[in-house]
């Protein structure tokens, strides 16, 4: 089996594959203090609540944003999996060029989700993954990665605004009825939520008409059930978009091994 590991700013992402089957994932929150040992045990204690031994998990892959973490896991890898993993990473055969300035500056897991967004959907496309922040993510119909957009997330906002003022207080993050908040809480969750839901439609709106064609738009992360429903533009809602690009790059980089 195969263990895909999606390392980002807030969560990390275990995605176990069984040959082609995603058999399970969980999600625990990135703590970049952690050593070696204590993410072990929280791995391990997910893989065991699945009745699956660690001694079945052949190889890993993994994607991370955070770096000072890399070498935690390839140390967690090489300590109790007995594997040395895959880090998606300059030099690891995408399939995809890359036609951003400078490649090496584009995130691991929008590479990930270019790759699998152009295996499953095609071009053009559009992905926007609601995670700590969120990011837009453009692929030509020659199969391209042409780069894209990053705006403050959901949560970071909200924080930012408490942090920010003195008679604010945290909120939960849920959509109001309406747009004109009848509350201090309704109007901060109107103006977030509803906010983010206009930023989306015109950034995918402006993307759409550089690229001079219709690009299929598609939506992931953790926080996409928050406000997709609300956003009409995304046409597909495919959370699990990370994890299967890990598992294609995987593929393509370890074939026969």
Same mark, same amino acid.
């Given at each position: 089996?195969l263990?895909?590991v999606?390392?980002?700013?807030?969560?990390?992402?275990?995605?176990?594959?069984?040959?082609d089957?995603?058999?399970?994932?969980?999600?625990?929150?990135?703590?970049?203090?952690?050593?070696?040992?204590?993410?072990?045990?929280?791995?391990?204690?997910?893989?065991?609540?699945?009745?699956?031994?660690?001694?079945?998990?052949?190889?890993?892959?993994?994607?991370?944003?955070?770096?000072?973490?890399?070498?935690? /896991?390839?140390?967690?890898?090489?300590?109790?999996?007995?594997?040395?993993?895959?880090?998606?990473?300059?030099?690891?055969?995408?399939?995809?060029?890359?036609?951003?300035?400078?490649?090496?500056?584009?995130?691991?897991?929008?590479?990930?989700?270019?790759?699998?967004?152009?295996?499953?959907?095609?071009?053009?496309?559009?992905?926007?993954?609601?995670g700590?922040?969120?990011? /837009?993510?453009v692929?030509?119909?020659?199969?391209?990665?042409?780069?894209?957009?990053?705006?403050?997330?959901?949560?970071?906002?909200?924080?930012?605004?408490?942090?920010?003022t003195?008679?604010?207080?945290?909120?939960?993050?849920?959509r109001?009825?309406?747009?004109?908040?009848?509350?201090?809480?309704?109007? $901060?969750?109107?103006?977030?939520?509803?906010?983010?839901?206009?930023? $989306?439609?015109?950034?995918?709106?402006?993307?759409?008409?550089?690229?001079?064609?219709?690009?299929?738009?598609?939506?992931?992360?953790?926080?996409?059930?928050?406000?997709?429903?609300?956003?009409?533009?995304v046409?597909?809602?495919?959370?699990?978009?990370?994890l299967?690009?890990?598992?294609?790059?995987?593929?393509?980089?370890?074939?026969?091994?």
């Open positions: 089996m263990l895909a999606d390392i980002g700013n807030t969560n990390i992402v275990f995605g176990l594959y069984d040959a089957c995603l058999r399970t994932h969980w999600r625990i929150r990135t703590e970049r203090n952690r050593t070696v040992d204590e993410y072990w045990v929280l791995a391990n204690e997910f893989i065991l609540l699945n009745d699956i031994t660690t001694g079945t998990i052949d190889d890993i892959v993994i994607s991370c944003v955070v770096p000072p973490l890399i070498p935690v /896991f390839e140390e967690l890898s090489r300590k109790y999996f007995k594997t040395e993993p895959l880090v998606v990473g300059p030099g690891i055969k995408t399939g995809i060029p890359i036609l951003y300035k400078n490649p090496a500056e584009v995130g691991a897991d929008r590479i990930v989700n270019a790759v699998a967004g152009l295996e499953k959907y095609g071009g053009p496309l559009i992905i926007v993954d609601f700590t922040a969120i990011t /837009f993510d692929v030509s119909n020659k199969g391209e990665y042409l780069g894209g957009a990053i705006f403050p997330g959901l949560q970071i906002s909200m924080e930012a605004l408490y942090k920010s003195a008679k604010l207080s945290p909120v939960d993050l849920v109001p009825e309406k747009v004109i908040g009848k509350s201090t809480v309704e109007s $901060i969750q109107a103006g977030t939520i509803y906010g983010f839901v206009g930023m $989306i439609e015109n950034i995918v709106s402006r993307m759409q008409g550089e690229l001079g064609e219709k690009a299929k738009v598609i939506g992931t992360g953790g926080l996409i059930k928050a406000i997709a429903d609300q956003v009409p533009v046409e597909v809602i495919d959370p699990f978009l990370t299967e690009g890990l598992k294609i790059l995987y593929d393509r980089n370890r074939q026969g091994k």
